[in-house]
Nanobody
Framework: VQLQASGGGLVQAGESLKLSCASS????????VGWYREVLGKERELVAA???????NYLDSVKGRFTISRDNAENTVYLQMDNLKPEDSAVYLC???????????????????WGQGTQVTVSS
């Protein structure tokens, strides 16, 4: 099973984008799917993750602006990004993801080989 990210583009600060992460197989084969972003010279960071139960985790800097969701029938996970800022500019990728459960425990999956991702550029 592979995950493919799409939907990036060039927008102005304050605008929105919706990214899609399509699975080549059943998206429910992943307990947790996450959106990551990477910028040249910086560590890749996990932006948002969604558990098969629907629970979500977010990076503090995107809370209230980004929303992750999943459509099991479409085998797709989405990332709605609102009120974008220039510092959100990055290549966005999707993969299996670690998760902080509500009971305080952590889930660590085996990651897939990384795909190409989709470029998001936010101009000021």
């Amino acid at each position: 099973v592979q995950l493919q990210a799409s939907g990036g583009g060039l927008v102005q600060a304050g605008e929105s984008l919706k990214l899609s992460c399509a699975s080549s197989g059943s998206i429910t084969s992943f307990n947790v799917v996450g959106w990551y972003r990477e910028v040249l010279g910086k560590e890749r960071e996990l932006v948002a993750a969604i558990h098969v139960s629907g629970d979500t985790n977010y990076l503090d800097s995107v809370k209230g602006r980004f929303t992750i969701s999943r459509d099991n029938a479409e085998n797709t996970v989405y990332l709605q990004m609102d009120n974008l800022k220039p510092e959100d500019s990055a290549v966005y990728l999707c993969n299996a993801a670690p998760f902080h459960n509500a009971d305080g425990t952590y889930y660590y999956p085996r990651l897939l080989t990384w795909g190409q991702g989709t470029q998001v550029t936010v101009s000021s």
